[in-house]
């Protein structure tokens, strides 16, 4: 997504104040956040979806920014490492009221790979 397309989806979410059944809302201003459930549920279902990162649902889904760009980027890409089948997803960063946001785009896998699972419990506890 280009960083247009990331800042105006960010006023969209702030507008609808809500998630959707393809976005997903993480603050990640403390740290990356476990992602494994969103990555093996994006991945499963036909269009994948986004994982919005450093917008605050609490606070009225302002924007936070999150702890590191760099940082978060390389451990959602470490965590989709250990899915199998293995995700790569796309990432982009945006500054908004002096903070940044990453949007994380998930792909879904092709059908023969499915399900899409954490490799750390398993088929038939990491999959959604």
Do not use: H
């Not at 269009?47 to 702890?67: A, H, K, M, S, T």
């Not at 089948?85 to 009221?97: H, K």
Request: glycine content about 10%; charged content about 25%.
């Amino acid at each position: 997504m280009l960083v247009d397309e990331l800042k105006a989806l960010v006023t969209q979410v702030q507008k609808m104040k809500c998630e959707t059944g393809q976005l997903e809302l993480k603050s990640a201003n403390k740290g990356c956040p476990k992602l494994y459930d969103t990555l093996s549920s994006f991945s499963n279902q036909t269009g994948g979806g986004i994982i919005l990162l450093g917008i605050n649902e609490v606070d009225d889904y302002q924007v936070c920014g999150v702890y590191d760009p760099a940082d978060l980027q390389k451990k959602i890409s470490e965590q989709c490492l250990q899915m199998e089948s293995t995700i790569r997803p796309l990432c982009t960063a945006a500054e908004i009221d002096g903070k940044i946001v990453v949007g994380a785009e998930i792909q879904e896998v092709d059908i023969s790979q499915r399900p899409c699972f954490y490799k750390g419990t398993g088929r038939g506890q990491g999959s959604i």
